[in-house]
């Protein structure tokens, strides 16, 4: 008992880590736009964004409980397996950041459950109802951001049409800081609970825990570990969503910010884990295209599709890897 009290501090230990790698490789999803625009600058936007990350995560457990118990049978796994699967996710994590790729901690995750779930007992652990119900989620989201954003902005150019371009970004400057703050508030909510699905499956699968509730100190800990990474801030990241994927002004990055926390905040509410990334990167291609579809510097939007479509298969071939060097422990 003794070790495996131990082994499960250690897989605490390393969902915190992953969470806060999440927080420094997602800062930009929240901040990327104001940075953009100069708004805020980078240092007043990370506080901001790690506040709000921390606020967000009290606000919905239901995406902790579907990661913790709809995409593998929590009876079904070993806390070796969440070890290899997190050693895969937070891996993935620091080498995307470091190279400046805006690719999902989501399907990171995702990929790294599922792999070091196979290797350790096949697919027939596998909730392949919340499994599918995940991956389309994580399909529609961008595209999602990208028409919601797109029909928006429309509007609001419609909306502005006998404005001065200066009159209309001097009114935007503060609805912006408003729409960032509430990405922030959403990325919390949806992010951080990813954290505590997994620390809740590890309560469960070494029989501290019945059931797939989600206690206090679990929820405490995850949100103080993604504020934390957010206030680290992945700079890189930030460059490539705030300027290097389509030029910004205050407006655009309000209706792309505005779009993107009012999808995650809803389907976070419904418990569906989606991608950030995904969906502020879809919401800011959609502004870019209503304004000018060559606006879209569509050689930085396609090398950050090719690593999201890499993300998922990448990950799950790490955590099989990564599992069955350290079954051995089992």
Sequence with gaps: MPDVLWLLIFVIVLALIFDF??????????????????????????????????????????????????????????????????????????????????????????GSLLGAAIAYKGIGVLQMKGIIMILVALIVSPLLGGVVSYC????????????????VKKAFRPLQILSSAFMAFSHGTSDAQKAMGIITMALVASGYQEGNHVQTWVMLSAGLAMALGTAMGGRKVIHTIGSRLSRLETPQGFVAETSAALLLATIAKIGIPVSTTHTITGSIIGVGAAERIRSVRWSIANKIIYAWIFTLPGTVLMGSILYLILHVFE
């Design 152 to 167: 928006l902005m429309k509007f609001i150019n419609q909306l502005f049409a006998n404005c001065t371009p200066s009159k």
């Design 21 to 110: 790698t999440n927080g420094w490789h997602d800062t930009a999803n929240a901040i990327a736009t104001v940075v953009g625009t100069r708004t805020l600058s980078p240092g007043k936007a990370i506080i901001m964004a790690a506040l709000l990350n921390l606020a967000g995560a009290f606000f919905s457990t239901e995406v902790a409980k579907t990661i913790g118990s709809e995409i593998v049978d929590p009876s079904g796994v070993t806390l070796v397996v969440l070890v290899a699967a997190l050693l895969s996710v937070i891996i993935w994590n620091i080498v995307t950041v470091l190279m400046g790729l805006p690719t999902s901690s989501s399907h990171a995750l995702l």
